[in-house]
């Protein structure tokens, strides 16, 4: 029997909104306040956000980022740097203690990415799971979707999505990127690099390690087209029942008091979900 979940839809959101909103349903789901939720949202503006530990010094070019029109925002989860623009954006997020859900990170990406792997194959394409990380020497870029972690989706054995992860006052948060196209150029124009040669190599190696929607499809579905596909993925792969609901002018309010500890510095200055 299927466990039902809640579904949120807030798109259009500023980066600053998208992490409170994330943060506000991990402290209700962990004080038992809520049921589970599966979030979707997009981004407006654009936003590169930033894995909570990442340094920016010598590697996140500021300037060119604030230059392009996008925000800069630091997420709960660690990982590296993304650019979310024409994308799909979700968030899963349930009691710690769910006992449908493994305490290991890797394992419970192993269940969470059943979900969007159903979601790919509803739009007919052919995702599976990275089974490991790649071998060899470490990577120290800071852009997200050079290589696939644990458990992460691949489409023609590239890098599809990118996901990240906590676990923090009672409650597991999962969210990630579902790009739908990919500006390049503009991504890699945000980032230090010694030449713009040097730059140029690492633009062409991510071209060969990651791909979208439109690049597995041929054409660009509409947003509506893909939420529906992800919507009815993950009733399938978590085997939920979704419930969609709204978010009252309360639950808008103290949404709204939470933004200010994601106005971007440099480094992370303020202890987030405390």
């Keep these: 029997m299927s466990e039902t979940w809640y579904y949120?839809?807030?798109y259009s959101e500023d980066a600053a909104r998208n992490m409170a909103i994330d943060e506000w349903l991990m402290t209700k789901v962990g004080a038992g306040d809520s049921k589970p939720v599966l979030r979707f949202y997009t981004w407006k503006p654009k936003a590169l956000s930033l894995g909570y530990f990442q340094k920016t010094d010598g590697k996140i070019d500021l300037d060119a980022v604030q230059a392009s029109g996008a925000d800069i925002v630091r997420r709960l989860t660690g990982g590296r740097a993304v650019l979310h623009d024409h994308e799909l954006t979700y968030s899963v997020i349930l009691p710690d203690t769910h006992p449908?859900?493994?305490?290991?990170?890797?394992?419970?990406?192993?269940i969470l990415s059943q979900g969007l792997m159903e979601g790919y194959r509803n739009l007919g394409i052919d995702a599976e799971l990275a089974e490991d990380r790649p071998e060899g020497k470490p990577d120290n870029s800071a852009v997200c979707f050079e290589e696939p972690s644990?458990?992460?989706l691949l489409a023609s054995g590239k890098k599809a999505a990118g996901s990240a992860q906590v676990r923090k006052k009672g409650a597991l948060l999962q969210h990630g990127s579902v790009p739908i196209t990919m500006n390049i150029e503009e991504l890699y124009d945000m980032f230090m690099y010694r030449t713009e040669r040097a730059k140029e190599k690492m633009r062409e190696s991510f071209r060969e390690k990651a791909t979208t929607i439109a690049d597995e499809l041929g054409r660009t579905p509409d947003m509506e087209e893909v939420a529906a596909a992800f919507y009815s993925g993950f009733e399938k792969g978590l085997n939920v029942k979704l419930e969609p609901i709204e978010l009252s002018k309360e639950d808008q309010d103290q949404i709204k008091r939470l933004e200010s500890r994601y106005q971007f510095s440099p480094a992370p200055s303020v202890?987030?979900?405390t």
């Design 8 to 10: 949120l839809e807030s």
């Design 150 to 152: 644990w458990y992460e």
């Design 271 to 273: 202890s987030y979900l």
């Design 100 to 110: 449908n859900m493994p305490t290991s990170v890797t394992e419970s990406y192993k």
